[in-house]
């Protein structure tokens, strides 16, 4: 189980999530009450181990911007947050020769007054990223009022794996991997547990669920995360 802890924002925090066995940690450069400039994440993911995954979560439509930050840092992989923009996920990734890791975010509302179009909506951007061979992964994350990111709030998890299950068994042609399943959305230690027998992600990714407020992680909450996470799997 490969376990994200995003939205840190100070190297105390990052270093214990990676001894506490962390695979990735994140940085938000979106706005966010946990934003940080490139210049600070860089500080931090400089000094972290070659083979933990330094995540740049951004909410931007410009490649070039990605590219720039992802170029001149530590940074490993590039986490978009915003809507799935296919010619420039193709613009990033080309950059890159196809070698950057890119997360594609897709969200899925929890507040729908028409939960059917919601619904069918959230299929045909799940589907759409799966389509894409640039994608590495998609985070699968709550949105509230077309909002996402770091909001520590779950969704209908019984309604929306189906969909997911679905998607993912029509994108399958045999012929490639397709993009890792990573999962988001308000998850804490009491919870993660439940939504990896939902979703059997790949991958599990959280915020809000390991702070003692924003932007700070609580060492206690962050070591149940981990081992919740891994206990799940065993
Ligand atoms: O964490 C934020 O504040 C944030 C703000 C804007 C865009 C993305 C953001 N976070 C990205 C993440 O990967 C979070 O871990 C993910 O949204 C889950 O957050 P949470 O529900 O708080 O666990």
Redesign the pocket.
Known sequence: MFI?I??NTNLADAQLAVELGADAV?F?F??????MTLEQAESIARLLPAGVEK?G?F?TDDPYEVEHSMAASALTVA?L?NEFDQGMVQALSGEFGGKLKIIQ?VSYEVNATERAAADARFEAALRAVLAEPAIWAV?L??AKGGV??????TFDWAHAAPIVRRVYASAQDGKRELPKLIL????HAENVGTAIAEFAPWGV?????VEAA?GRKDPAKLKAFIAAARDAVR
């Open positions: 994200k995003c939205a994140g938000v979106a706005p966010s009450k946990r934003q995540v979560v909410a986490q947050h975010a985070l994350d709550a996402s990111g770091g909001l520590g709030t988001a959305g308000g998850l990714d959280v915020a809000s669920g924003p």
